[in-house]
């Protein structure tokens, strides 16, 4: 049980495009999912926390414009950043946790490649 | 505001041998719940353990366990009859009561060597 994926798990893009970054929770209903950004041989820097039917809440210094997030279903949560530049590559990973539960459980990741 | 520190950037260990991670934390909050994840080269994050502030037996899973100190903040990470597939990085990490945001450590990158 508990199981979240994420899809792509790996996309390459040119600068300029957008690109979405779908998550899921296959065998539970995930109440809050949470977005995380790492860089090589670094910890997971949390970016955004989502509840189902609500506006996502950034931590300081993650442009919203930028990396807009999207948690329509108890299931689903999307990460679109938008108008990608090459700095913005790096490995993304989401989580989710259920309405009572204190843990966090995690995707595999996606890794962005902006050319 | 929480954190975390792992103050042991690199650790290496023999098989079968065991090894012992550190991490301490900060906090004001009274109940509150420390969890180790392991992110091998595939970097899935997985649950090693987890311990819960209000109880003070250290837990435990197979050949893992926790030294949880609450008065010293300390909760360390004891990996028995190493294996090379413990070879990964280990994170140690803080959560509310209310499980909302888990504040990460930094990693300490763990090589099981043969």
């Known amino acids: 049980g508990a199981v979240v994926s994420q899809h792509p798990s790996w996309v390459i893009c040119k600068s300029g495009t957008s690109v979405k970054i779908e998550c899921r929770s296959l065998?539970?209903?995930?109440?809050?999912m949470f977005w995380y950004r790492q860089f090589p041989k670094q910890s997971l820097m949390l970016m955004a926390t989502s509840n189902e039917g609500s506006k996502a809440t950034y931590e300081q210094g993650v442009e919203k414009d930028k990396f807009l997030i999207n948690h329509a279903s108890l299931t689903l949560s999307t990460l679109t950043v938008t108008s990608a530049h090459p700095e913005d590559s790096s490995f993304y990973i989401c989580s989710a946790r259920t309405a009572k539960g204190n843990e966090q459980f995690f995707g595999p990741g996606t890794r962005l490649t902006v050319l | 505001a929480q954190t975390v520190t792992q103050s042991q950037p690199e650790m290496s260990v023999q098989e079968a041998e065991t090894v012992t991670l550190s991490c301490t934390y900060d906090?004001?909050?009274?109940?509150?719940?420390l969890f180790w994840y392991k992110q091998p080269p595939s970097r899935q994050m997985i649950l090693v353990i987890r311990?819960?502030?209000?109880?003070?037996q250290n837990a435990t899973e197979n050949r893992f366990s926790v030294n949880f100190q609450k008065a010293a903040k300390s909760f360390s990470l004891k990996i028995s009859d190493s294996q090379l597939g413990d070879t990964a990085m280990y994170f140690c990490a803080f959560g509310g009561e209310y499980g909302n945001k888990l504040v990460f450590g930094a990693g300490t990158i763990l090589r099981v060597k043969s």
């Open positions: 906090t004001s909050e009274s109940n509150y719940y």
């Open positions: 065998d539970f209903q995930a109440t809050t």
């Open positions: 311990q819960e502030a209000y109880k003070q």
